[in-house]
């Protein structure tokens, strides 16, 4: 089967197609064939070791010291089921479904193989696989902080980097968790964050979130440009910031400022249900911001090395 491989570290063009074998399905397992993936900022951080300040070393220990140590990227899918092992019982041949291996990454490949209990989901009717293929990343940090933070109903949040893959999935989450949302994005992406359900979109280019007069009950930092020196000029007493891009740093202030929400998400089956049932119910639909075909993917690397990227990055195979 096809699949994109790299075995150094750089920019894009240490990526290529190379024939790897197709997977081996376990009694537990079913074979997906892909039709959809995403290149996200972790597949950017993994190929590149592009780090938040004082990540450097973690990040080769957690890749691999001296060369990949898991040579395919790509944390999402989304395909059809083509076999299953012989005790699986939750799935059947033909079932579309979606799965998030997350930080074993390995999705940019025809076939993936998924345990039955392990991260997968069916698909939900309303989205396409290429819409599914982009839910989980940003779907399953947003859900992890708005979790870990408490988010509460009528609670104001501002979003900094609204219009990324998981700035565009916090700000309809947390509208769908009852909270008020003002999101920071550039001008040219201000319509599509207001189309999200955010009450507000400010153009960072124009207008400074951290000088103004108005105060928020949860500063969400995507874009790793509002710390909390910065946001807590406009953070209600109890306020909290939720760091989803922050430095090492900022990681070591949380343990002593409860006010801080910091660390890596979870991964579970559970989050991915609830993804399935607020796509199913309207709340959540995945912006896609490119798409390339894998044959292109080394493009959909350097779309996401862009730094400016709408939404998520999704490759169809």
Request: net charge positive; hydrophobic share 45%; charged share 20%.
């Amino acid at each position: 089967m096809k699949a994109a491989v790299y075995h150094r570290y750089g920019g894009p063009e240490v990526v290529s197609i190379a024939d790897v074998p197709t997977p081996a399905v376990g009694d537990r397992e079913v074979l997906i064939r892909v039709h959809a993936t995403t290149v996200t900022t972790g597949d950017w951080r993994a190929r590149s070791l592009q780090m938040p300040a004082g990540f450097g070393l973690l990040g080769r220990l957690v890749f691999g010291v001296t060369k990949p140590r898991q040579p395919i990227l790509g944390t999402e899918l989304a395909g059809e089921i083509t076999a299953i092992g012989a005790n699986v019982r939750s799935f059947a041949v033909g079932d579309r479904v979606f799965a998030f291996p997350g930080a074993k990454m390995g999705c940019h490949v025809e076939y993936k193989c998924v345990r039955e209990d392990g991260p997968i989901v069916k698909l939900p009717s309303a989205l396409t696989y290429a819409q599914a293929a982009a839910l989980s990343f940003g779907g399953i940090t947003a859900l992890h902080f708005c979790r870990r933070g408490k988010l509460q109903v009528g609670e104001r949040m501002l979003v900094n980097g609204a219009s990324g893959n998981v700035g565009s999935a916090m700000v309809q989450i947390a509208k769908a968790q009852g909270a008020h949302v003002t999101g920071v994005c550039s001008g040219k992406n201000v319509a599509l964050v207001e189309s999200l359900g955010a009450e507000r979109a400010i153009d960072y280019a124009k207008e400074d979130f951290a000088a103004g007069a108005e105060r928020y009950d949860v500063v969400v930092d995507v874009a790793g440009t509002a710390p909390w020196s910065r946001s807590k000029r406009v953070l209600t007493d109890k306020g909290r910031l939720f760091s989803v891009l922050g430095s090492f740093s900022e990681l070591l202030r949380s343990f002593g400022n409860r006010r801080i929400i910091a660390g890596p998400a979870g991964e579970s089956v559970e989050d991915l249900r609830a993804l399935a049932a607020l796509a199913d119910g309207g709340k959540l639909v995945p912006v896609i911001g490119a798409t390339f075909p894998l044959d292109r993917i080394v493009d959909a690397h350097r779309e996401v090395d862009s730094g400016h990227k709408r939404g998520s990055v999704v490759v169809t195979i």
